[in-house]
């Protein structure tokens, strides 16, 4: 099967850094992408890593490890609107770019 | 510039009961989807549309039923809903890859909150 494993929860103050890990088994691979979604929204897309190493946007970074099957999402100056879930997802194939998503990890961010 | 709009946003049904979900985009997009969400958990791919007139099963087709018989407009059919597809819907597109290693972002509409008695 095809699985993407997410802590659930995760908690920090405003203006510290946070990480949100991600392990992935699936059939196929060809990208891991993040994405944030506020109680009640959609999901908006974040960041995308095909190849290994760092990416950064804003106050926002996303790696990826492919021996490792393995990335995570960096939030850097978390803001209090920083709090919602965020979901990494893999891209099954180029053709097709069919995701699988992980489970989640809401995160909570107090003053 | 709507993005991707869906109708409607909320919905009850009986058991048993018929309807679809329909799921329109204005980004010339050529690749659709629709997902299901369930508390506390992620997405998953019901089914997708590479294109005008072609659909596939994603994950969890079983009870669903899909057409795309213009670009633009992709339609999700229950025809006898059942309590277990209480659930909210999400419709995303993207566009198709032109080849090297960039993101390739999928747009998703608002959702619909749909409730099966």
């Given at each position: 099967?095809?699985?993407?494993?997410?802590?659930?929860?995760?908690?920090?103050?405003?203006?510290?850094?946070?990480?949100?890990?991600?392990?992935?088994?699936?059939?196929?691979?060809?990208?891991?992408?993040?994405?944030?979604?506020?109680?009640?929204?959609?999901?908006?897309?974040?960041?995308?890593?095909?190849?290994?190493?760092?990416?950064?946007?804003?106050?926002?970074?996303?790696?990826l490890s492919?021996?490792?099957?393995?990335?995570?999402?960096?939030?850097?100056?978390?803001?209090?609107?920083?709090?919602?879930?965020?979901?990494?997802?893999?891209?099954?194939?180029?053709?097709?770019?069919?995701?699988?998503?992980?489970?989640?990890?809401?995160?909570?961010?107090?003053? | 510039?709507?993005?991707?709009?869906?109708?409607?946003?909320?919905?009850?049904?009986?058991?048993?009961?018929?309807?679809?979900?329909?799921?329109?985009?204005?980004?010339?997009?050529?690749?659709?989807?629709?997902?299901?969400?369930?508390?506390?958990?992620?997405?998953?791919?019901?089914?997708?549309?590479?294109?005008?007139?072609?659909?596939?099963?994603?994950?969890?087709?079983?009870?669903?039923?899909?057409?795309?018989?213009?670009?633009?407009?992709?339609?999700?059919?229950?025809?006898?809903?059942?309590?277990?597809q209480t659930?909210?819907?999400?419709?995303?597109?993207?566009?198709?890859?032109?080849?090297?290693?960039?993101?390739?972002?999928?747009?998703?509409?608002?959702?619909?909150?749909?409730?099966?008695?």
């Amino acid at each position: 099967g095809q699985s993407l494993e997410q802590p659930s929860e995760v908690t920090a103050v405003e203006g510290a850094i946070v990480q949100i890990n991600c392990t992935y088994q699936t059939s196929g691979f060809y990208g891991l992408s993040w994405y944030q979604q506020h109680d009640g929204g959609a999901p908006t897309f974040l960041s995308y890593n095909a190849l290994d190493g760092l990416e950064e946007t804003g106050r926002f970074s996303s790696f990826l490890s492919r021996s490792d099957s393995y990335g995570y999402l960096l939030l850097q100056e978390l803001q209090m609107k920083d709090s919602a879930s965020y979901f990494c997802a893999v891209s099954l194939s180029y053709n097709t770019d069919k995701l699988i998503f992980g489970t989640g990890t809401r995160l909570q961010v107090f003053p | 510039n709507a993005g991707v709009t869906q109708t409607p946003k909320f919905r009850v049904l009986k058991t048993g009961q018929s309807m679809t979900l329909l799921c329109a985009q204005d980004m010339n997009h050529e690749y659709m989807y629709w997902y299901r969400q369930d508390p506390g958990m992620g997405l998953r791919l019901i089914h997708y549309s590479v294109g005008e007139g072609t659909t596939a099963k994603g994950e969890v087709p079983d009870g669903y039923n899909v057409s795309r018989l213009k670009k633009q407009n992709f339609l999700l059919g229950l025809e006898s809903a059942a309590p277990s597809q209480t659930s909210v819907y999400f419709c995303a597109s993207t566009r198709k890859r032109s080849g090297g290693i960039q993101g390739n972002e999928q747009f998703f509409g608002p959702g619909t909150r749909l409730t099966v008695l």
